[in-house]
């Protein structure tokens, strides 16, 4: 489920990048160096479209940190919830780029915030599963791991799922329009709802009848 939702973030940065003015809604690391190379005069970039991205994307995180306290207790039913709100987020993305565009400043703005939004929420839940070397977004320590360690079946992974996701993304953005590319997003997401509520609903067997999917329950990183 994770490794989709990182092919989600490689879709939802090249719609921004490419489309909403050299701005990322993921990778906030992008962000804060364009704002330094924006401030410093850099053409093609803009200090109010990163400033933005990154309040939005703050303000999701603080939103998927509360709602990772309000459900500690089952990591599939918060993996859903925040799946569900992730795609209902992007749905409006999807619609406003459809009907209004997505070049004027009217409308690039709340595009940035909804996508900028929605990535600030996947990383709080995702950081709270603490699932190991799958972060959905930030490759730069994954990638060290991986030739420092010189292991890591899951830091290959993520890595080549993010490109993959970047690639088609770029493909939509660059030959048919964006969206497309956001609905493909939301297809993503709501299938990582679908597939995830179904496989840590209660089951029959060594926990008794109803019990809890046990790999869902426990965070990975501490059993």
């Known amino acids: 489920m994770l490794l989709v939702l990182t092919v989600v973030t490689g879709l939802v940065d090249a719609v921004s990048y490419l489309a909403l003015g050299h701005v990322f809604v993921a990778n906030m690391t992008g962000n804060v160096v364009f704002l330094g190379f924006a401030l410093a005069g850099a053409p093609g970039l803009s200090a109010t479209a990163s400033l933005a991205a990154l309040a939005a994307f703050l303000l999701g995180a603080l939103a998927g940190g509360r709602l990772c ?35 004027a400043d009217p409308v690039r703005y709340p595009l940035i ?17 603490r699932v190991p070397d799958l972060t ?7 990638i060290t791991a991986l030739a420092a360690d010189r292991s890591g079946t899951r830091r290959l992974a993520s890595a080549v799922w993010m490109f993959g996701g970047a690639l088609l993304g770029a493909v939509l953005v660059l ?33 008794g009848p109803g019990g809890p999917a046990p790999a869902w329950t426990a965070p990975e990183g501490g059993s």
């Open 69 to 103: 306290e309000v459900l500690p207790g089952h990591r599939g039913r918060l993996l859903v919830v925040s799946t569900v709100v992730q795609a209902a987020l992007l749905a409006g993305g999807t619609a406003l780029a459809a009907l209004a565009g997505y070049t």
């Open 113 to 129: 915030g909804l996508l900028g939004f929605a990535m600030g929420l996947q990383n709080a839940v995702v950081r709270h599963l």
């Open 136 to 142: 959905t977004t930030v490759l730069t320590m994954t």
């Open 175 to 207: 030959h048919a329009d964006v969206p497309a590319a956001l609905g493909l997003a939301l297809a993503l997401l709501a299938a990582v709802a679908i597939l995830t509520d179904r496989a840590s609903r209660p089951h029959s067997g060594q926990d």
